[in-house]
């Protein structure tokens, strides 16, 4: 049992790999393998296989997808998978979920740095207030890290910070927070936030007026999405 709850994790990590590539389909097909697998022999994990994946159809841009997952998932009782919610949910606009959340977590606590759990909430609870309309949230933010230094790293927060600067015209600082993340391949290499980060890049290039840096970042990204089936 313990082997087949193992296999489960390493098929949601495979699932990962194929939607770090584009390649959508193929990385629902894995995810629906592994909550199967993860179902009979670990029923506690299901709900953060599902939370992971409508984290990544929301961030790629499966809104209605990820739209219909969030309400299905709930509410976890693990905390990663609640950051991935929690993060669905804001970018689904699911107010149920959203408010769900914020009642479960309580008041803020103390930020711990990027990659701490009171920061990595922090920062998803300011991606909300922007998206709800407070642009000034950018204005309150924190320095980011000059570097990440976590090998546990999982780049929610520091990807969260460069699309905020992106949506508040931000351009130059988002392009910042979106390098740290391409700067740094060897931690959580298989995470998709590796390729969307150059795409974002892109688009913050292109909000600076530096259509040839632009180019550069998208190039790059169709590059790692060359197999992709989405």
Known sequence: AAKDAEGSFVIDLDADVAAYGGEMRRSRELRTKAA???AVHQPGSVQAIRAHEALWDAA??????????????????DAQAVMDIFIAAVMTRDRTVINGLISKLGPPPPAQGSDA???????????????????????????GPAQERSRNTNWRATYLRGLMFLRAGKGAVAVTEFQRIID??????????????????????????????????YNQFFAAWKNADA
């Open 117 to 143: 759990y009171a920061g990595q909430l922090g920062a998803i609870r300011a991606f909300h207030d922007t998206e709800v309309g407070d642009r000034s949230v950018v204005d309150r933010l924190p320095p």
């Open 36 to 38: 199967a697998m993860a």
């Open 60 to 77: 790629v841009g499966f809104i209605d997808r990820a739209r219909q997952a969030v309400p299905a998932v709930g509410i976890p009782p």
């Open 184 to 217: 740094r391949p060897e931690l959580s290499p298989a995470i998709p936030f590796h390729t969307l980060a150059y795409v974002q890049q892109a688009r913050a290039h292109v909000s600076s007026g530096d259509t040839a840096k632009a180019t550069t970042a």
